[in-house]
């Protein structure tokens, strides 16, 4: 986790530490995929490289062209890398699956074979945590705030979601990381993840319990990243809000996301 956003929404820049660690994680895995023999490498950006001022940054620090998607792209390639991972076999069947990052949450409609929508907006967890949770633990009138801003925010989309009778399908960070959380993964298991049923029930206590906790305590959690503590509320509470305003009573989790999207418009 390289935090290429850390403060983007204050100055609309990309910091000069952000994008060095970043750098320096995509010349690894690149080197990564270069030994295990891949042919080519395609490094693509996503929401921080989109909305920095700055995205040249990032760009001259890394000795290889970078594509950035366009928020369209990024909901149609990670719906259609979880529908292929899960391998959703009912050409008719209706999918929304819900990207939430640390910039923006994707939300995608359609059948495997037909995407009918997508919809981006900037209510990443590491975002609404800068913007909403100052205190450790947030205070009651914080969470009340980012709660009416989920509300306010996502109401349009919902409300046209909502119409259909689709299975819902949960990729990134924040939802693979509540998935172990729900079952106290320490290690992480991904085979263990991948096509988890995680109940509506389980992230609304989750997401109570990790919004009442200090960080301190939150870090020692089986199934959560050290790294992720401090954004994980935020993310959760994106999360219950969405499967309460959808009406539905669990979601399945897909660890192939994006990536697989990518791999399969290769």
Known sequence: MTR?????????????????RTAAAVEEFAALAAAAGAPETEV?????VRAAHNPE????????????????EEARLGFRGAVAGLAVARTGSHVIVVDIG???????????????ESHTLPLGCAILTRQFLAHDPPLADEVDALRAHLARSLAPVVTRLRRRRARVVGVGGTITTLAALDQRLAPYDP???HGYRLKTSAVRGLTEGLLAEPLAIRRRRPGLQPERAD????????????LLALGVRWLVVSEADLLWGLVLAL
């Open 4 to 20: 290429l956003g850390e403060g983007l929404d204050a100055g609309g820049t990309i910091a000069p530490a952000a994008a060095a």
């Open 44 to 48: 693509v950006g996503t929401y921080a």
């Open 191 to 193: 085979d263990r993840v």
């Open 231 to 242: 954004i994980i509320g935020a993310g959760a509470l994106v999360l219950d809000h969405l």
């Open 102 to 116: 640390g910039g923006s949450v994707e939300l995608t409609h359609g059948t495997p074979r037909n995407i009918r």
């Open 57 to 72: 940054e990032l760009f001259r620090r890394l000795d290889r062209p970078v594509r950035v998607l366009t928020g369209e």
